[in-house]
């Protein structure tokens, strides 16, 4: 089954080749050869001469950064982008979602609906749409709402999975937080998860574990891109135990998100480290998972400056209302196993109760999925994808800043030039607490 | 490629427009070897082929064969446009681009904007619309005048009226010279006034320029490159300020100030010319520096100005370019923006610079500096990966700081010594389509201006910060 990427605006453009490239990279790579076919299938098709064709489509409101990315893939030698697989036009967004969203969305909403569409038609059988944005800008952001909200309607049995990049807490654009809002509370209607980057993260990532001196945005999306390649690529799970997992998205939603009202998913790999210390690495399964699972439960972002004083609660009715110090609650959690001996991992450290919100079966809360094949390079790789409080913090940061401009009326008249209303500004505020409070909770 | 148009108008607007001219074909020339007309030069340049009759020409990819400014010419005097025509730069315009009249408008805003508003109306939005239809995509619309004379502010104000009427959806972006207190011409007061009001009214962004912030910059520049014992570590031609490189030879008078200015635009067009990590775009500019409607003036800083060759390790030098660009020195206009409050802030390099750096430094620098309370982190950044000629890299700080507030209220103070005695009113009110009303409305408008900063700039304004958030039944 395949996978079809839809690439929005300057980031969802940059951080989309990248995602490929790991993928090719990977599936190319000596290990990897019991998964390649299965690899490629779901993100390749072959042209004519039997040349790799992303299946992918570009979109953006302006020429530069598109222009850039189809001609680093075909200049790579390895795969390329489809040659009308993409649309642009000549002026941005503007870093306005009102502007991507009222204007140039429903403006060229025939021509992106028909390069999806066509990309889906060249699948055998379609396992989902992969769709990667920032929240930050107007493009991404709005543009991409815009064409979240198309899929959906034309494509309603079809599993639809947002890849979003939150901007750095400062520094980028001054609107973001407002955009952040309106994009954040259309798409959790629209969309069957949202998987979450936040910048400032993976920027600790690049600065401390993978010792990068100048960190550019390249550094950045290698490092998301290589998160996203560790879930993305084929594995054995609980339902194909077997052979390759050929519903990925499918079987990702299934065991992670199992209420519609919470549907943020964070990531956590480990070990990260720079390509040159890899050969000299030698990590265990047990250290790592048990490095991952204090990762989880104390809401650290990297496997340096953990908390190990967290523990579970013992106590069930500690958590909820009073939640113990630090302590951060899952709802459900997907381990991914890639490496050597990864038959003697044991992952039954998730497994424990007390993760986990009371009003779930045990059975529906862990899954794991593994692969022997090491993942880029890393002789041992374990990722965790999971739906907990941990985005809370950030979420709540995002609300409370929009929030206080709001109170201003600050920036406001250039949305409501393009014809969003204050009311409209209101309800995404209303859908946002209602989130913050859903998770708060747990 | 977005494409924009420039508009000069009046003595200053056309020789700041001209050097702007110069030095971006320097800029291109540099980066472009090969003469093919590419999507960078198309932003501000057409390609002419001359055996065309209808004026068409090469699309972006061909070789170079005429190349022609997207810009209309105004002025009410022949002075100024006739040495353009007979100048080195003359082939960049045809004759048509421009709009001209021998009688000047007697340092009259209300002859600049309703005589001549009035007699050139048509021509002006005929040619305006020419222009626009050589574009692809009209991104911008970028006005350069001065305050203080007639033409270009008052005749210069009408265009941006014009503007606003004919393209509403293209935005208009003013660079507006502002006179300094000793300025000969004595009504500048009135006429500066009298634009003021044109410009917070229809512009959506306008970036002031004051004469006295650019002659302190250019004789402190002159001091640094000739006095004798410090000539080993100054560079000798600060390209900011000189035009060298460029198609015009000798330097006139003014040439060294209009540089300052011409190479603010080069910046802040920069991004939308040439490639970067961090695009920005013109329309982002506005969207992320005006948060209210009327309050769109933006200081700006360029740095480095004073190019010391030999101070020490690279970062060094680049971290100082970060702390030179809130320096007071550093300003074109005559303000403190450390000592008021930060509306917004954006930070627009050039050249070699990183992710990291520009986030060492805004960390670094934040403690130092107010902003509003309800924008804390109003920070918009960009960087493009051409730097300006002689550069290794640079920066362009575009501030909506309430320090303005105290140029605005001089201005006003000016104005009312002159209005209290009714001096030189008779000139302006003679004038068909002015009123007396016209200068107690401008004096309003520029009034509620200051108050509007003022109240921001007070510290009691926290308002409804931390205003109770909307709260959800459980």
């Known amino acids: 089954m395949s996978v079809v990427t839809v690439q929005l605006g300057q980031c969802g453009n940059q951080i989309g080749p990248e995602v490929l490239s790991t993928v090719y990279e990977d599936s190319t790579g000596a290990h990897a050869r019991t998964y390649k076919e299965c690899s490629y299938e779901r993100f390749f098709r072959e042209d004519a001469e039997g040349a790799l064709v992303a299946r992918a489509v570009l979109i953006d409101m302006e020429p530069k950064v598109i222009a850039q990315t189809i ?153 998301i891109a290589h998160q996203l390649g560790s879930m993305l690529q084929p594995a054995y799970t609980t339902d194909s135990p077997a052979h390759y997992s050929r519903n990925p998205i499918g079987e990702m939603l299934s065991s992670l998100v199992c209420h519609p009202e919470y549907k943020l998913l964070s990531m956590l790999n480990i070990p990260h480290m720079a390509q040159t210390s890899l050969e000299y690495s030698a990590y265990t399964w047990p250290g790592l998972l048990k490095h991952l699972r204090q990762m989880l439960i104390a809401n650290a972002r990297m496997e340096e400056g953990i908390d190990w004083k967290v523990c579970v609660p013992s106590n069930r009715a500690e958590g909820g209302r009073n939640p113990h110090v630090g302590f951060n609650r899952s709802l459900s959690n997907l381990l991914i196993l890639r490496g050597k001996e990864v038959s003697s991992a044991d992952g039954g450290a998730f497994k424990e109760s007390g993760l986990y919100v009371p009003w779930l079966p045990a059975d529906g809360t862990f899954h794991t999925w593994h692969s022997p094949v090491p993942f880029s390079g890393y002789e041992k790789l374990a990722t965790l994808i999971s739906n907990n409080q941990s985005l809370l913090n950030p979420l709540d940061n995002i609300v409370q800043k929009a929030w206080n401009m709001f109170a201003s009326r600050a920036y406001i008249h250039q949305y409501t030039k393009f014809g969003i209303s204050e009311d409209d500004f209101l309800e995404s505020f209303t859908m946002l607490e209602q989130i913050l409070s859903s998770y708060t909770h747990l | 490629m977005t494409h924009s148009v420039i508009i000069q108008v009046g003595q200053c607007g056309n020789q700041v427009g001209c050097r702007f001219w110069d030095l971006a074909l320097r800029e291109h020339a540099h980066v472009n070897k090969n003469g093919v007309y590419d999507e960078a030069l198309s932003s501000f340049f057409r390609n002419v082929d001359p055996r065309r009759s209808d004026g068409g020409g090469g699309a972006p990819g061909s070789r170079i064969t005429a190349l022609k400014a997207r810009a209309v010419l105004i002025d009410m005097e022949e002075g100024v446009l006739s040495q353009v025509l007979s100048g080195p730069l003359q082939q960049l315009f045809s004759s048509t681009q421009l709009i001209s009249n021998s009688y000047g408008s007697g340092n009259n805003w209300a002859v600049g904007h309703h005589t001549y508003g009035s007699v050139y109306h048509e021509q002006i939005v005929d040619q305006i619309r020419r222009a626009a239809e050589h574009c692809d995509c009209l991104q911008c619309f970028f006005l350069i005048h001065s305050m203080g004379g007639g033409t270009g502010s008052g005749l210069g104000t009408f265009v941006l009226r014009l503007l606003e009427d004919e393209f509403p959806d293209v935005c208009r972006i003013v660079t507006a010279v502002y006179p300094s207190a000793e300025d000969d011409v004595i009504t500048s007061p009135y006429n500066s006034v009298l634009a003021m009001r044109e410009l917070t009214e229809h512009a959506h962004c306008v970036l002031p320029v004051e004469n006295q912030s650019l002659m302190d910059i250019v004789s402190k520049i002159q001091l640094m490159s000739h006095s004798s014992k410090s000539v080993s570590v100054v560079k000798k031609d600060c390209t900011i300020i000189s035009g060298k490189g460029g198609v015009s030879k000798s330097e006139k008078p003014f040439d060294a100030m209009n540089n300052i200015v011409a190479n603010l635009l080069l910046s802040i067009t920069s991004s939308s010319r040439f490639e970067g990590s961090l695009n920005v775009d013109l329309s982002e500019i506005t969207m ?112 909506n700081n309430t320090c303005v507030r105290a140029s605005f209220s001089d201005l006003r103070d000016r104005f009312t010594r002159l209005y209290r005695k009714k001096a030189h009113l008779h000139h302006y009110v003679c004038v068909d389509g002015m009123e007396v009303s016209g200068f107690t409305e401008a004096l309003h408008s520029l009034s509620d201006l200051i108050e509007q900063y003022d109240t921001l700039a007070t510290p009691s304004h926290t308002l409804p910060l931390n205003a109770p958030r909307l709260s959800i039944a459980t």
């Open chain 1, 71 to 223: 001609a680093k893939a075909s200049g790579s030698g390895k795969w390329r982008y489809g040659e009308k697989s993409h649309f642009c036009q000549k002026q941005g967004s503007g870093n306005n979602w009102a502007n991507g969203y009222y204007v140039h969305g429903p403006q060229h909403k025939d021509v992106v609906e028909d390069l999806v569409r066509r990309e889906v038609e060249r699948c055998d059988r379609l396992a989902g749409i992969f769709a990667m944005m920032s929240v930050a800008g107007g493009t991404g952001s709005g543009v991409g709402t815009y064409v979240t909200q198309c899929l959906r309607d034309t494509y309603p049995h079809s599993f639809i999975l947002n890849h979003l990049t939150w901007p750095y807490g400062t520094g980028e654009v001054i609107v973001q937080n407002y955009n952040s809002v309106l994009t954040l509370s259309r798409l959790y209607t629209l969309s069957d998860a949202l998987v979450v980057h936040e910048n400032d993260t993976v920027h600790k990532i690049c600065s401390q574990l993978m010792n990068i001196k100048h960190i550019s945005v390249s550094d950045l999306n290698k490092v």
């Open chain 2, 288 to 399: 992320n520096l005006v948060p209210f409607p009327r309050l769109h003036y933006l200081v700006s800083s360029l740095t480095p100005l004073y190019t010391l060759a030999d101070v020490n390790v690279p970062t060094r030098r680049l971290d100082q370019m970060f702390s030179d660009a809130f320096s007071k020195e550093h300003q074109l206009m005559t303000s403190d923006p450390r000592r008021a409050m930060y509306l917004a802030c954006a930070l627009m390099l050039r050249g070699n610079v990183h992710m990291s750096d520009l986030r060492r430094n805004i960390q670094r620098l934040r403690p130092t500096l107010k902003f509003v309370p309800w924008n804390q982190e109003g920070w918009k950044t960009g960087v493009c990966s051409v730097p300006p000629v002689g550069h290794a890299h640079s920066l362009l700080a575009l501030a």
